[in-house]
Nanobody
Framework: QVQLVESGGGLVQPGGSLRLSCAAS????????LAWYRQAPGKQRESVAS???????NYADSVKGRFTISKDNSKSTVYLQMNSLKPEDTAVYYC????????WGQGTHVTVSS
């Protein structure tokens, strides 16, 4: 059974950092491209970062230079290191497979506020 479980969100001040984790099961993790998405209140879900099976990464312009996506094949987990956080990064963050979306997990809430 395919399952994506996100964690690591929380409340952080502007300029702070968080590391999100997404544990995946039911997929061949090491070859599966994965991405982090976010959905802010009243907005559509958007992709912010992706990583291929081989480790090639891509980022949305809005997070480039601040966010880093990585993965640990031994743990079937993909990470999103978020630095220099801004209030506009406030959203629910999800991971998924961009090539063919899986059932969405519950997401993890990130709130950037002073």
């Amino acid at each position: 059974q395919v399952q994506l479980v996100e964690s690591g969100g929380g409340l952080v001040q502007p300029g702070g950092s968080l590391r999100l984790s997404c544990a995946a099961s039911g997929i061949i993790f090491r070859i599966t491209p994965l991405a982090w998405y976010r959905q802010a209140p009243g907005k559509q879900r958007e992709s912010v970062a992706s990583i291929s099976g081989g480790g090639t990464t891509n980022y949305a312009d809005s997070v480039k230079g601040r966010f880093t996506i990585s993965k640990d094949n031994s743990k079937s987990t993909v990470y999103l290191q978020m630095n220099s956080l801004k209030p506009e990064d406030t959203a629910v963050y999800y991971c998924n497979r961009p090539s063919a979306l899986l059932r969405w997990g519950q997401g993890t809430h990130v709130t950037v506020s002073s």
